[in-house]
């Protein structure tokens, strides 16, 4: 798999996500509107949810690959697609990296990586335990994806202030409008453009 991609094919990329689909449709919206050149060629859903409908609507085809998908199965899955990079969108199984992908799968996080990160470290847990810690900002961070949680080489990172009376739903809420200008920046300069 390669990297490399002409200024006339977009890059390829296999979505993978648990939720809403959010992320995906920033980045679908990214696309259309010419602010990243590349394609989501599928989508993996690792359970039922509104995202596999929002992504079928936006013509991704989608499928529910249930529980933890094998390192063999995952490089199946892209090579069937013919992508050249994954993007995590809210994906909430531990991916199994296959050698053959290492620097090709990419996450957004929701915090400020190293801290808040790791296993059960996912959507509004992350924002309470921000609160909690009485930190003065939070943020977003694209990272590669290595065999740990949330461990991967930092591509960038996004920052907000923690407002005095933020709620998790707020703090939320700020870190989102980060999330949707952060992924598409990160997954420029990992693609060159």
């Known amino acids: 798999m390669t990297h490399t991609s002409t200024d006339s094919t977009p890059h390829r990329l296999l979505a993978m996500l648990s939720g809403g689909g959010r992320t ?9 509107d010419g602010r990243l050149r590349a394609e989501i060629v599928g989508a993996i ?15 991704v085809p989608t499928r529910v690959v249930p529980g933890v998908i094998s390192s063999a199965d995952l490089l199946a899955l892209v090579r069937e697609h013919g992508a050249s990079w994954v993007v995590l969108c809210g994906y909430l199984q531990k991916i199994d990296l296959p050698a ?20 059960g470290m996912y959507g509004d847990r992350v924002h309470r335990a921000v609160l909690e810690a009485g930190e003065a900002e939070s943020g977003c961070t694209v990272h590669l994806c290595d065999r740990g949680y949330d461990s991967g080489p930092i591509v960038l990172q996004k ?11 707020t703090l939320a809420s700020r870190v ?5 200008r952060a992924y598409p920046e990160g997954l420029r300069t990992l693609m060159g453009q």
């Open 24 to 32: 995906l449709l920033n980045l679908l919206d990214n696309i259309d």
């Open 45 to 59: 859903a690792s359970r039922p949810c509104p995202g596999v409908e929002r992504a079928a609507a936006r013509g």
């Open 100 to 119: 053959e992908l290492e620097g090709q799968v990419v996450n957004i996080h929701p915090a400020l990586l190293p801290k808040f990160g790791g296993p």
């Open 159 to 169: 920052r907000c202030p923690v407002l005095p009376g933020d709620t998790v739903e």
């Open 176 to 180: 989102f409008e980060l999330e949707c």
